[in-house]
């Protein structure tokens, strides 16, 4: 099959997640007032706490059991790697620019975290419909190609909303004037009881009462288990497991349970499953999040259309870039060099999903993330208008390339 007639095969699902986007931008304007800032908030912590953990708990349940995912162990070392290159060519990025303070995080998420499920999800199927497909007969592609975009769903998933997420929240307490870190002074108590304080005559004193006070404290011991104590609360707060397992990353856990116990797959999944109105009901809620999301991505997009918010030309080549070149460079040697030592099996299908994770562009739910945290959500949608627009040329060549070397 020649390069053109896949490239014409990879066009149509990426058409298609155009047009729900652009109905998404439509909505979003003036005279529709209808996906207006308030509402494009609101729909966002719905898809946040319901559409995606269901979503991704009822494909996991249906597509992945133990078996499956003793043979598909490579996803998530591919994952792995998107994240981890991403993460080292936007620090790059970051330093090449020089890029203020309150975009770095989200340019580190940009970078990283890619669309692994919903574009997944919208192209893969897509794929498998049409007659120029190198993945053989709809069915069989149909079927084993959600299975594998439900595990890079849910794989994405993880390291978006415990990465990415947290990267973005440990830069949200950027100030969004200057692009500095408040400073907060505190005041202490030296020996004797003086509080130290900016006058003329504690000025001679400053090293006394900015150094810590080790000198003037009496050295106990401390019980092993208090200390053990101490650094579990030191750790657990540091890292706020509340934020760190979002309702995405439950919904994993509770798929691969699901799929993974067989006494409840049997109660769940399947025509004749006894508890198979809870599955379908979990379906049809879940089925709303990629819709919903793109209407999102397609709002926000008007917000970067409009330039209310001032992002560095730079910056957004930058993240074109990491996204639609480097990555994909380094994911074809990866995936290559995986299949020619016998790493992963040479499944067609496979492998093409596993490139693709390379060349997708930001994950949409960096918006949700930014607007979660209220900062950065216009400068994201500066960056996604370029970014997207350009995916739509950049996705359908990788795809196609990808296709044509593995037909």
């Not at 269901?54 to 003793?70: D, G, P, Q, W």
């Not at 995080?105 to 890619?114: K, R, V």
Request: overall charge positive.
């Amino acid at each position: 099959m020649g390069l053109l007639e896949l490239f014409i095969t990879a066009c149509m699902p990426v058409l298609n997640m155009l047009l729900v986007t652009g109905v998404g931008s439509f909505l979003a304007t003036d005279s529709a007032g209808i996906l207006g800032k308030e509402a494009r908030k609101h729909l966002n912590y719905v898809v946040f706490y319901v559409f995606n953990p269901a979503l991704i708990a009822t494909y996991l349940a249906k597509t992945i059991t133990m078996e499956s995912l003793a043979k598909l162990w490579f996803m998530p070392v591919n994952v792995f790697f998107t994240f981890i290159f991403g993460l080292i060519l936007g620090w790059i990025v970051i330093k090449v620019t020089g890029a203020p303070l309150k975009l770095r995080g989200l340019i580190l998420g940009c970078c990283s975290a890619g669309n692994l499920g919903n574009i997944f999800l919208i192209i893969i199927p897509a794929l498998c419909k049409e007659k120029g497909s190198p993945f053989g007969t709809p069915d069989v592609c149909q079927t084993y190609g959600l299975a594998y975009s439900s595990l890079s769903l849910a794989i994405g998933a993880v390291f978006l909303w415990t990465g990415a997420y947290n990267i973005i929240r440990a830069n949200s307490n950027v100030t969004e004037g200057d692009g500095s870190s408040p400073i907060t002074q505190t005041k202490v108590l030296v020996s004797g009881g003086t509080r130290c304080a900016d006058s003329e005559d504690n000025r001679d004193r400053v090293d006394e009462c900015t150094l810590p006070l080790i000198s003037n404290r009496t050295k106990t011991k401390v019980p092993l288990m208090e200390r053990a104590k101490g650094f579990v609360s030191s750790v657990s707060g540091a890292i706020d497991l509340r934020k760190l397992f979002a309702p995405s990353t439950i919904g994993v856990i509770i798929g691969f349970i699901i799929g993974g116990i067989p006494l409840i797959r049997n109660a769940l999944i399947g025509d004749d499953a006894p508890l198979r109105v809870l599955r379908e009901s979990g379906e049809l809620i879940g089925g709303a999040a990629v819709p919903s999301v793109t209407l999102i991505m397609g709002g926000n997009l008007i917000t970067g259309m409009r330039g209310r918010a001032s992002v560095p030309p730079s910056v957004i080549a930058g993240v074109a870039v990491v996204r639609f070149v480097l990555l994909p460079l380094v994911g074809t040697a990866l995936v290559n060099a995986a299949v020619r030592y016998g790493v992963i099996r040479p499944d067609p299908l496979y492998q093409f999903v596993l490139l693709l994770q390379y060349a997708v562009p930001p994950a949409m739910n960096i918006g949700t993330i930014t607007q979660l945290f209220g900062v950065g959500e216009s400068e994201c949608s500066v960056i996604f208008v370029w970014v997207y627009a350009l995916a739509s040329v950049a996705v359908t060549m990788w795809s196609a390339f990808f296709m044509w070397t593995l037909s």
